[in-house]
C-alpha cells in the first residue's frame, strides 16, 4: 500500500521560478525512501510540503490515502528529523524525548513505558537526567530519533538528520537508523545529500537536480543504468569517467586520443549511431600489463588508499580515474597500459545526455551465501 502519493507536484514561491516541477512519487508503507541531490535542488522544500510546512502551489499530496493538500499539520501522524536536531537545551533527555505527547494526551503510564522502550532502544537510558549539551552530537541526535520513535508516527520525515556528524559516527548512524526503521516498520522518507547515505540506507532513491526528477529506483538500479549522465555523475565515488566516444571503422575513440579496438561481438554490441558521450566506472578501467589490446595512458597521480589505488591521468582533455584492489605502485608522467571494454560503458546521447545502453557488464552480481 502507498503511504504517501504525490502527483505533479509544484511549487513555487515567487509565481515565477518553479522551486519543484511535476514531481510524482510513491512511498509504499514500510519503506525507507531516500530524496538525494545536491544542496539547493528542493530536497528540503519537498520534505516540508509533506509535513504541511509549505503549501502546494500545484499537485496533488496523498497520505494513507487522503488528499492532504490542506491537512493539518498535526493531523498527518508524522515525525521529523531535522539536521540541527531541534533539541530544548533547558529541558532534560527525558523531557526531550517525550516533548509533544502531552498536547496529543497521551496518558502518563504510556508516555513511561515508550520512555523505557525507546531509551533502551537507542541506548539512552543512562543520560535522562542529562541536559542536551552533555551529550555528544551523536547521543544528541539518538534524543531526536527517540523522539520520534516515541511519537509512534507511522511516517518519520528525516531532513539531513547525520550531516553534524564526524564520519564515523555517520556510519554508525546508518546502521542504527535502518536497524530502527526496520524493527518498528517505520515508512522513513530521509533526505541527504551524500550519495553515499542514499546508496546505503535507501530501499529506493529518487535523485532530483533543480526541482525536477531525474531517476527513482533501488541502489543498483541507479549505479547500473543511470537515466542521465547527471545521475551517472552523481552516484558512485570516485566520480563516473566521461568521454565523447566515436566509432571510427572497428576502433571506437575517445576524446579523439585514445582508440580501442573493438573485437565482433563489442562492436555488435554499441548502440545505434557512431557518436555518442560514454560514462565508465572507476573500477571498470584494468591495468593490462603489456596486454595488445591495451592502451597507453601518462599517469598524472596516484592515490594511495591501502586496501586500493587510483590512479589519474589523462583521456584527452579529461581527467579519469582508475581504481584498484591493492597497492599499485606507480611514478607520475610515466606511461601506463590500460585496458577498457566498451561493454562496461554507458552510453548517453551527445546533447541530453540521456541513457542509450547502460553497462552490459557490471561486476558481480555475486550471491554471498553461508
Ligand atoms: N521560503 C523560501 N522563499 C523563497 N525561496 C526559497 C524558500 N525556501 C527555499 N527556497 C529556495 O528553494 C530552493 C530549494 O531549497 P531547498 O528545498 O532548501 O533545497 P535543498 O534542501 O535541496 O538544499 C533554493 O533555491 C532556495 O533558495
Ligand atoms: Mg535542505
Sequence with gaps: MNKIEIRNLTKTYDGETNILEKIS??????????????????????????????????????????????????????????????????????????????????????????????????????YLKRKPRELSGGQRQRVALARSVCSQSPICLMDEPLSNLDAKLRGQMRTEICRLQKKLGLTVIYVTHDQVEAMTMGDRIMVLQGGKIQQTGTPLELYNAPANTFVGGFIGSPQMNFASAKLTGNTLVLNDSIALPLTSEERENLPDGTHWQIGVRAEQIHFAGSGNTASS??????????????????????????????????????????????????????????????????????????
Design 297 to 370: 595512458v601518462m599517469v598524472v597521480n596516484t592515490e594511495m588508499l591501502g586496501n586500493e589505488t587510483q590512479v589519474i591521468f589523462y583521456v584527452g582533455d579529461q581527467l579519469f580515474t582508475a581504481r584498484w584492489s591493492g597497492q599499485f605502485m606507480t611514478e607520475n608522467n610515466r606511461p601506463l597500459k590500460i585496458h577498457m571494454s566498451p561493454d562496461t560503458f554507458h552510453f548517453f546521447d551527445e546533447q541530453t545526455g540521456q541513457l542509450i545502453r547502460p553497462a552490459i557488464h557490471v561486476q558481480g552480481p555475486a550471491e554471498l551465501s553461508a
Design 25 to 126: 512519487l510513491n512511498v509504499r508503507e514500510g519503506e525507507f525512501f531516500v530524496l538525494v541531490g545536491p544542496s539547493g535542488c528542493g530536497k528540503s522544500t519537498l520534505l516540508r510540503i509533506i509535513a504541511g510546512l509549505e503549501k502546494i502551489t500545484d499537485g496533488t499530496l496523498r497520505i494513507d490515502g487522503q488528499t492532504a493538500n490542506d491537512m493539518l499539520p498535526k493531523d498527518r501522524n508524522l515525525s521529523m528529523v531535522f539536521q540541527n536536531y531541534a533539541l530544548y537545551p533547558h529541558m532534560s533527555v527525558r523531557d526531550n524525548i517525550l516533548f509533544g505527547l502531552d498536547v496529543k494526551k497521551i496518558s502518563k503510564n504510556e508516555q513511561q513505558s515508550r520512555l523505557k522502550e525507546a531509551a533502551e532502544l537507542l541506548g539512552l537510558t543512562d
